[in-house]
């Protein structure tokens, strides 16, 4: 039975970036299980941009991390006790919305099993079948409703969302474009996951990039960067184009106010539908997302990286990689081992 925790405490907020003592490594005791909960061993620790979001005390979807608390993050886990019935020591589960620790003591009720998938790994669970796919597919599907024919360009296309995005818009038919920030990335963009063209934004002119792979405009935006990137997008969408508006990267970590789309009137004259969405707003629909792309990714429609990090005590440097574009995929950080 374990007898101490190790989690990640919030002990001031950032300012700009995350720097060394924002976050501090605290060891605790557990407490006793009361009926109805279970204790599951961190083994994946999910890194996203909103992680940067909650440290903050801005008027967000959620409130921000309390100072002196610990930092909130998913996960999966494995269950080490149990006093809720319906889960076993062994059972591998999605911690939801819960924290940045070792061990998380958690509500039975919340949590459910893992089913186990031929040829897929538990990784997907972080990635393609875990909140960024769905951030994707119903952003995409119920936002966007792509039409076969149309063109698609994705943000931050080979991060855990847009790298699910463009091939979700693939299988609909579209023709797709993708923005990263690296060869590397572009490369696996349209040699892997199959999009047909990818910018570079660091070494290319993106406005001309979207001129010659658009030549018939834009008819969605999956917005998920902001910024320079999004007013070259927001050029040259079309008449009723749609725009999910998933994240806004780029300013995360901004110390003076942002200004919006420069060209935010030509949303007017193409009368775009410009849609903001945070994926909780689907929780209960994502057994129907994914039932979707699990089948998509058994049936090798769907391909996806994820950037594993080994070390908890390495959380909180390794959410930078989102922010300095390092990441391929779903990042995430390698708490312990799996269950054999």
């Given at each position: 039975?374990?007898?101490?925790?190790?989690?990640?405490v919030?002990?001031?907020?950032?300012?700009?970036?995350?720097?060394d003592?924002?976050?501090?490594?605290?060891?605790s005791?557990?407490?006793?299980?009361?009926?109805?909960?279970?204790r599951?061993?961190?083994?994946?620790?999910?890194?996203?941009?909103?992680?940067?979001?909650?440290?903050?005390?801005?008027?967000?979807?959620?409130?921000?991390?309390?100072?002196?608390?610990?930092?909130?993050?998913?996960?999966?886990?494995?269950?080490?006790?149990?006093?809720?019935?319906?889960?076993?020591?062994?059972?591998?589960?999605?911690?939801?919305?819960?924290?940045?620790a070792?061990?998380?003591?958690?509500?039975?009720?919340?949590?459910?099993?893992?089913?186990?998938?031929?040829?897929?790994?538990?990784?997907?669970?972080?990635?393609?079948?875990?909140?960024t796919?769905?951030?994707a597919?119903?952003g995409l599907?119920?936002?966007?409703k792509?039409?076969?024919?149309?063109?698609?360009?994705?943000?931050?296309?080979?991060?855990?969302?847009?790298?699910?995005?463009?091939?979700?818009?693939?299988?609909?038919?579209?023709?797709?474009?993708?923005?990263a920030?690296?060869?590397?990335?572009?490369?696996?963009?349209?040699?892997?996951?199959g999009?047909?063209?990818a910018?570079?934004?660091?070494?290319?002119?993106?406005?001309?990039?979207?001129?010659?792979?658009?030549?018939?405009?834009?008819?969605?935006?999956?917005?998920?960067?902001?910024?320079?990137?999004?007013?070259?997008?927001?050029?040259?969408?079309?008449?009723?184009?749609?725009?999910?508006?998933?994240?806004?990267?780029?300013?995360?970590?901004?110390?003076?106010?942002?200004?919006g789309?420069?060209?935010?009137?030509?949303?007017?004259?193409r009368?775009?539908?410009?849609?903001?969405?945070?994926?909780?707003?689907?929780?209960?629909?994502?057994?129907?997302?994914?039932?979707q792309?699990?089948m998509?990714?058994?049936?090798?429609?769907?391909?996806?990286?994820?950037?594993?990090?080994?070390?908890?005590?390495?959380?909180?440097?390794s959410?930078s990689?989102l922010?300095?574009?390092?990441?391929?995929?779903?990042?995430?950080?390698?708490?312990?081992?799996?269950?054999?």
């Amino acid at each position: 039975m374990t007898e101490t925790n190790k989690t990640w405490v919030l002990r001031s907020r950032p300012v700009g970036d995350i720097k060394d003592g924002d976050l501090e490594l605290v060891e605790s005791p557990l407490a006793p299980l009361a009926d109805g909960e279970v204790r599951a061993r961190t083994i994946y620790l999910s890194l996203d941009p909103t992680n940067r979001i909650w440290m903050s005390d801005v008027d967000a979807y959620l409130p921000p991390v309390g100072l002196g608390d610990t930092m909130r993050g998913g996960g999966i886990g494995v269950i080490t006790e149990s006093r809720f019935d319906g889960l076993q020591p062994g059972d591998v589960v999605n911690t939801g919305l819960a924290h940045w620790a070792l061990y998380n003591t958690l509500p039975g009720a919340s949590l459910a099993k893992l089913p186990t998938l031929p040829g897929v790994p538990l990784t997907a669970f972080t990635g393609p079948l875990g909140a960024t796919g769905m951030t994707a597919y119903f952003g995409l599907m119920d936002i966007a409703k792509p039409k076969a024919g149309e063109t698609v360009v994705v943000s931050a296309a080979a991060g855990a969302v847009g790298s699910m995005v463009g091939q979700i818009a693939k299988i609909q038919g579209c023709r797709v474009v993708g923005i990263a920030g690296s060869d590397a990335k572009c490369k696996w963009l349209v040699e892997t996951a199959g999009l047909d063209a990818a910018i570079n934004y660091k070494t290319e002119d993106v406005g001309a990039a979207l001129d010659k792979h658009c030549p018939d405009g834009i008819d969605i935006n999956f917005e998920n960067v902001g910024g320079e990137i999004m007013d070259a997008v927001i050029a040259r969408l079309n008449d009723f184009s749609r725009m999910p508006l998933c994240g806004l990267i780029s300013t995360y970590n901004a110390t003076d106010p942002v200004p919006g789309p420069y060209n935010f009137a030509n949303l007017l004259m193409r009368r775009t539908l410009v849609k903001g969405f945070i994926v909780i707003d689907y929780f209960p629909r994502f057994p129907e997302g994914i039932q979707q792309m699990a089948m998509w990714l058994m049936e090798g429609k769907l391909k996806f990286e994820t950037d594993i990090v080994q070390g908890f005590e390495n959380a909180p440097a390794s959410l930078s990689r989102l922010f300095e574009g390092k990441n391929l995929g779903k990042l995430v950080v390698q708490v312990s081992d799996e269950p054999k």
